[in-house]
């Protein structure tokens, strides 16, 4: 049973709907699936509208599903292997220049990335599937692995499926399976100067 998630202001359903399962059905998805995720995260919106999330992505027992499966830490693969789709948020850590201004150092690169993966969440659980942001990636061996530029930062790892009933995680996960509750906004959003 999924835990009731409940706004304190009006907002889409959407929103309260999307959370980060870890019980997938371990069954394929259609590429075409894939493809309107990672379209929804292209419109994110960026700094000068340079767009600096990168994906990289391996559907179910293709051919580089157990090389992805490997990057994760142990945990995470424990249960991602049940996934769809595994795939890696990548952002450019360099502002490209142009007539007007020399290339230099992004300060917003994680940030517009971060928008990317937020819309690609909402547009997963708008068809039907979830994903969960993995923290827990060996990240200089996905560097190298993924042969990713230097200039690219690896955010994080995604896990994308369609929902499984939670039995099928070990007896430590299934109480964990339920859907989180956020902060107020009174405890989030402040007029004027930050609170004491």
């Known amino acids: 049973m ?4 409940a706004p304190d202001h009006p907002i889409e359903q959407l929103f309260t709907e999307r959370w980060s399962p870890r019980a997938y059905e371990g069954a394929s998805m259609p590429a075409s699936d894939l493809l309107t995720i990672l379209e929804a995260a292209r419109w994110a919106p960026s700094a000068f509208n340079v767009q ?21 830490d142990p945990f995470n693969a424990s249960w991602a292997k049940n996934a769809s789709a595994l795939v890696f948020a990548l952002s450019d ?13 992004s300060r917003t690169h994680s940030f517009d990335t971060g928008a990317a993966w937020a819309q690609l969440a909402l547009q997963a659980t708008s068809l039907g599937y979830q994903a969960h942001a993995m923290a827990g990636v060996y990240f200089d061996q996905s560097q190298e ?51 004491h």
């Open 52 to 72: 600096p999330w990168r994906f990289l992505y391996s559907h179910r027992d293709d051919a580089h599903w157990q090389n992805y499966l490997s990057l994760l």
């Open 93 to 105: 850590t360099v502002m490209p220049g142009d007539d007007a201004r020399p290339q230099k150092l």
């Open 2 to 5: 999924i835990a009731e998630r």
């Open 145 to 195: 692995k993924l042969a990713v530029p230097e200039r690219y930062r690896i955010e994080i790892a995604i896990a994308i499926g369609k929902r499984a009933d939670r039995s099928i995680l070990p007896q430590g996960l299934q109480d964990r399976e339920v859907p989180s509750q956020r902060l107020s906004v009174d405890e989030i959003a402040f007029a004027g100067v930050f609170p």
